[in-house]
C-alpha cells in the first residue's frame, strides 16, 4: 500500500503533504528532523491520509492536493483539532 499524508506543524500550525509506501516510518523521520523541508517545524501531528494500490496513484493525488483545488478541497477534509 502506498499513502498520501497531510501532517500538521504543531510548531507553526502549517500543513505538509506528501506521499510514501512506510507511512509510519515517514512521520517519524519528519519528527526527528530528518527531511530537510520540514524540519524547522517539527512536531507534526498526522491529521489526513488517503490509502493507494500503486505509487503512481498516490503521487497523482498528492501533486493534486498539493494544488490550488486540492489545497481547497483540503480545507474541508481536514479540521481543526
Not at 527531511?35 to 498526522?46: A, D, M
Request: aromatic share 12%; net charge positive.
Amino acid at each position: 500500500m502506498y499513502y498520501v499524508y497531510v501532517l500538521r506543524s504543531e510548531k507553526n500550525n502549517r500543513l505538509y503533504t506528501g506521499s510514501t509506501g512506510n507511512l509510519a516510518k515517514r512521520i517519524e523521520d519528519h519528527n526527528l528532523g530528518r527531511s530537510t523541508y520540514t524540519r524547522l517545524s517539527i512536531p507534526f501531528k498526522l491529521v489526513y491520509k488517503e490509502e493507494y494500490k500503486t505509487r503512481s496513484e498516490a503521487y497523482r493525488r498528492e501533486i493534486f492536493l498539493k494544488s490550488g483545488k486540492g489545497r481547497s478541497l483540503l480545507k474541508g477534509l481536514i479540521t481543526d483539532s
